[in-house]
């Protein structure tokens, strides 16, 4: 299950935060999860808990939100919602669609001590 390393990475990223931003504790954990990131939000939860045991992050309210995957297209220059990494451009049909948003999770917000 690869959302326990994702947690883990989001540990130490709050562990390198508290000490940049001394902070002591995390009360709760915003984390957007890309449609295309394959990430799955069960499994996030079911990681959660385990992973910040003995952290700053101990007993801290997970919320998770979702981002929709966005690509642009590089024949038109215009961008459109995309439901997996290789939709075509919704405006013109070109497959060659880079993403832009949407294939990774990140810390969305955090509340401290
Ligand atoms: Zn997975
Ligand atoms: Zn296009």
Known sequence: MHELSLLENVR???ESHAQSQNFAKVTRVTLEIGK???VEPE?????FDVVMQGSLAEGAELVITEASGI???RQCGR???IE???DPCAECGCPYVDVVQG???KIK???VI
């Open 12 to 14: 130490e990223i709050l």
């Open 36 to 38: 295309l990131s394959c």
């Open 43 to 47: 499994a996030l939860r079911f990681g």
């Open 71 to 73: 690509g642009l297209c």
């Open 79 to 81: 961008q459109s919602v």
């Open 84 to 86: 997996t990494l290789y």
């Open 103 to 105: 294939a990774e999770m």
């Open 109 to 111: 917000d955090l509340i």
